[in-house]
């Protein structure tokens, strides 16, 4: 056990929908990274929180969005969903920004119809 | 930015057997590398990592030394066991100014008794 959790596990939702996804990071860590794990992207980086400011943005479309919380929970907004937007999207925590080692949640396996 | 080519699998072996995965970097100075394990249904664990050149990790009978002169990661372990079943990925971090991750394609292995 990581100590990040995410819920829900499974979302299943229609095209057109909106969700959002919860992480919490590790007691005491404060950067969240969130990643999507797909059979033809492999595991990409979309975005990062430090301390509740954005601090970096990798391969995020424009209809997600994310935010990290004063209790530096975050979650992960996906709208306008798309069949393609079927994946496993994984939070990730670090103690600080520096810190490259990462600890991962167990995943939301999104599914879109 | 930096990144990772692993080899590909799935990798096929016999109880016992001797292990190698096979990973190369290409990244500005000497980052920190990793090796994460995605067991059947979870999320990624961090399995072992090296935060300089010529660093060995190790971390449950698999170890990984960081080695310059070819840039490469290599993880081997020298007895398999079936439990040892999984999706392993090696990782650096994107650039040397953040610490999100990018990671290989992932590399199968599955242990047969």
């Known amino acids: 056990d990581s100590g990040v959790t995410q819920t829900p596990k499974h979302l299943i939702t229609a095209t057109g929908q909106r969700v959002t996804l919860r992480c919490s990071p590790r007691?005491?860590?404060?950067?969240v990274y969130w990643y999507q794990q797909s059979l033809d992207q492999g595991l990409q980086f979309l975005i990062q929180?430090?301390?509740?400011?954005?601090?970096a943005k990798g391969n995020i479309l424009e209809r997600f969005s994310a935010q990290q919380f004063p209790d530096l929970h975050s979650e992960l907004n996906l709208s306008s969903l798309e069949l393609g937007d079927s994946a496993l999207y994984f939070c990730?925590?670090?103690?600080?920004?520096?810190?490259?080692?990462?600890?991962f949640g167990p995943g939301t396996r999104l599914t879109v119809t | 930015g930096n990144s990772v080519t692993q080899m590909e699998g799935p990798v096929t072996l016999s109880e016992e057997a001797f292990l190698t995965i096979n990973c190369t970097y290409t990244?500005?100075?000497?980052?920190?590398l990793f090796w994460y394990v995605q067991y059947p249904g979870e999320g990624l664990q961090l399995l072992l990592k090296?935060?300089?050149?010529?660093d060995k990790g190790s971390n449950k009978g698999f170890e990984a030394t960081y080695r310059k002169e070819t840039t490469s990661f290599h993880l081997e372990k020298g007895s398999v066991q079936v439990s040892d079943s999984a999706v392993y990925f090696c990782?650096?971090?994107?650039?040397?100014?953040?610490?999100?991750?990018?990671f290989g394609g992932g590399t199968r292995l599955m242990v047969k008794p």
């Open positions: 990730a925590s670090s103690v600080r920004q520096g810190v490259s080692e990462q600890y």
């Open positions: 007691s005491g860590d404060l950067s």
């Open positions: 929180y430090y301390n509740g400011e954005e601090r």
């Open positions: 990244a500005t100075g000497y980052p920190s």
């Open positions: 090296a935060t300089k050149a010529d």
């Open positions: 990782a650096v971090p994107l650039n040397n100014a953040g610490n999100m991750l990018t």
